[in-house]
């Protein structure tokens, strides 16, 4: 008996998940579906063994366990049971894992950029025989594999890109969009209240441009989608270092930015402005004040009501429309601050992430779309590249949908053998990203492709 | 030979002095000035022999040596044959010479604040019968001991202080300022470019008020000082901190923060607004970049020049007389920029450190003010104790004085015995800032008080 037990197991691949949050549910739900067919054993590991249980479902090729990433015995003793594992911890958390992944010879698969230490890793990886694959899931991830095809392809007819736009946003589908921001969270709040503290960076016709934080979200451009309407995009950090990565180093056009509804971006500039996005040090005694109170802090003194200050600061910067999306927040009002000496963007957070809250029965909607010119024997041709995906309630989200699937399918390919790089790697090579689109076609992530 | 040798040895102390850079050449100066009289052995160590020897110039009570504060041995060494260690050293370098005075029972001075690591040696250096003085030059140093002197002597009185504004700058003397921004460096340039970075934090009137640093250079005062007129004033970023510090816990105002020459800060806001302040960040090739080109790439495009360009981007902040102390430092101009993948700070810095160089002749000057308000008896007072100092040259600033002759005094104190205070303190009690203060006087620091 237990020959023949242990005999059934040489051929079952063990799967390790680490973390089951928000972003994890299509990601367990497809290593589930397939595991039967795959033999897979799936071990889903998370602080929480209430959502892990939640997420497992009691399948039966499921292992639910409690997991503590700062177990050291515990996570080497898992990743030591695993054929492959898939962190989807926070990026900063990866670390030790893949270190044990280096040691005992495991893949990795992880949503997250790739950090300097992780790069570190590639020549060990590459003699351990494993791959170490990042950046797998949305953005980065399907933006890395969709713009990858596309680029590739004009390289093969012998063409020249001058110019490459790519716009992603996490937004509320059009049907349950019912508050005047257009937004509700998909994904980790924390990021949208920080987004874009620094410098944009990017170039156009040639010319490295730059735009600080305290104008990002006015300095915006429109971008138009078929059936969608049109949507503010603001820069993104860091468009520079995806020359290289792209292969375009010497590309005169190159900018990332983030989509949101059209007005967002002129309304969340009084926050900028404000400095209420400012995470860097602690209201003292917060937990004390009104968020009026906490306004007025940030306006100059003056005898009127903080909302006449607060037209007044902003001049002509504030119209109705934003305005009325401020107040829709009550953040004029005498609303108790719940948190106790917090920093501005952590009240500010609080304060959202109950008013933008994606119901139960919200549809989130990914959008993301890149615009390429390039020439060709002579003549200036342009593609447009979309992708828009809805989800299907609050847990399979499509933000849940494009981060996991991507993840999930390129496990299985590793698996399968059939991604045969080693080392550190991100899905900008054909071997990777041409499987990886194509399955994602065939579950509802497909890129409409035009020429204009 | 060798005993009598030995025995005058007993009677001499040795004071080890660490840096020998701008603002050290007062403190050598007193040092060696007193060392006959006092029996001192003056240590100056300096990554630069040069350097100490030019600040020592051959005196017989003065020991010259090349001194690197990361090697260990030499380090212990040196400390171990001093009695007190004056540590001019970066703030984020006097932790390896704390850590060592309090091993070694060595007392400790320095002109830095207090940092985290500092203070928790507090019961060490108690244990160990030794003082770490710090934050003992001018901001903070003489600021403390000017306020907390007019503070004890109101508290004794029986007054309440109801507001506290305290000012400081280091700027040009008005018969040396030849250039429209009123300014010359006196001290690290680079923390003058990096000057506000963060949010001003005070409380004005009972409530608390933030100022980020987008718009710190918008939101100024102006400060009246006899005899040499107005100043602006921005606020500094912590003011909250000293309300305990001074035990003012209570008080409703309580505003610290810098002076400059009038129109100074309205210029400075156009870097600010810019971008170019920001030193998070490399400018790729910067060193193929002329100023122009710089000042560009921050500006939205746009086809008209680059200076009509910047007066419509700042639009009602712009003035003559501020585009004129823009068009002053060539940054409109053809100029090649100098460093190589540098960041925007670095790239101002390196073009100011030019134009707003001290010249040999040039005298700077230094000015504190603080304004008291209190109520006595029912009535309400005010009081104005102000401060001009003028260096004699580039080598004897203000600076340079102001910083380094507090050090100097109070290490003079603690080696004859008379501040007896023990482990972390600064001049915050009378032992300290009565006879500091006092000595001060006699060497032209000295304040004018005024009730008003």
């Not at 795959?38 to 892990?52: A, I, K, M, R």
């Not at 029965?361 to 041709?381: A, C, P, R, W």
């Not at 299907?392 to 790089?421: C, F, H, N, R």
Request: proline share 3%; aromatic share 8%; charged share 25%.
């Amino acid at each position: 008996m237990v020959i023949f037990a242990s005999y059934s197991y040489i051929f079952m691949q063990n799967i390790l998940v680490i973390g089951a949050g928000r972003s994890a549910s299509s990601l367990i739900n497809y290593l589930l579906t397939h595991s039967v067919k795959e033999n897979w054993n799936v071990t889903v590991g998370d602080v929480s063994l209430d959502l892990v249980k939640q997420k497992t479902a009691g399948h039966s090729n499921a292992r639910a366990i409690q997991f503590d990433i700062n177990n050291d015995a515990q996570r080497e003793e898992e990743i030591k049971r695993a054929d492959i594992v898939i962190s989807m911890l926070p990026a900063f958390m990866h670390m030790n894992v893949a270190k044990d992944c280096v040691k005992y010879k495991k893949h990795l698969a992880t949503a997250s950029y790739v950090s300097k230490e992780m790069k570190e890793l590639d020549a060990d990886a590459k003699a351990a025989g494993i791959i170490l694959m990042n950046e797998i899931g949305l953005d980065p991830g399907i933006d890395h594999a969709s713009a990858m095809k596309v680029i590739d392809h004009i390289h093969e007819q012998g063409g020249e890109l001058t110019s490459f736009q790519s716009f992603c946003g996490g937004l509320v589908a059009p049907e349950c969009n019912d508050n005047p921001w257009g937004y509700k969270f998909s994904w980790n709040p924390r990021n949208v209240v920080l987004a874009g503290q620094g410098t944009a960076q990017f170039i156009e016709n040639g010319e490295y441009k730059y735009i600080p934080y305290n104008r990002l979200f006015t300095q915006i451009c429109t971008i138009e989608m078929d059936g969608y309407g049109k949507f503010d995009a603001y820069a993104n950090r860091d468009s520079l270092s995806y020359r290289k990565i792209y292969n375009l180093e010497k590309i005169p056009t190159m900018l990332r930015g983030t989509l949101r509804m059209p007005g967002y971006c002129k309304a969340w500039n009084v926050f900028v402005k404000l400095g209420l996005t400012d995470d860097s040090y602690k209201i003292e005694a917060s937990e004390t004040l009104t968020y009026k109170q906490l306004l007025e802090a940030f306006l100059p003194q003056g005898k009127q009501s903080v909302k006449e200050k607060l037209i007044a600061f902003m001049g002509n910067e504030m119209d109705a429309e934003t305005l009325s999306k401020i107040e829709w927040l009550e953040i004029l009002t005498d609303r108790k601050i719940r948190l106790k000496d917090a920093t501005p963007a952590q009240i500010l957070q609080d304060l959202l992430e109950e008013k933008w809250l994606l119901k139960e029965n919200d549809k989130d909607m990914i959008v993301m779309q890149h615009e390429f010119e390039y020439s060709l024997k002579g003549q200036t041709k342009k593609i447009k590249s979309s992708l828009v995906v809805k989800g299907e309630d609050q847990t399979y989200t499509a933000m849940a949908k494009t981060v996991g699937l991507p993840l999930a399918i390129s496990a299985k390919l590793i698996l399968q053998g059939k991604i045969k790089a080693r080392g550190v790697v991100i899905p900008t090579t054909k071997e990777i990203y041409e499987p990886v689109l194509a399955e994602l076609e065939t579950l509802g992530v497909k890129f409409v492709e035009k020429g204009i």
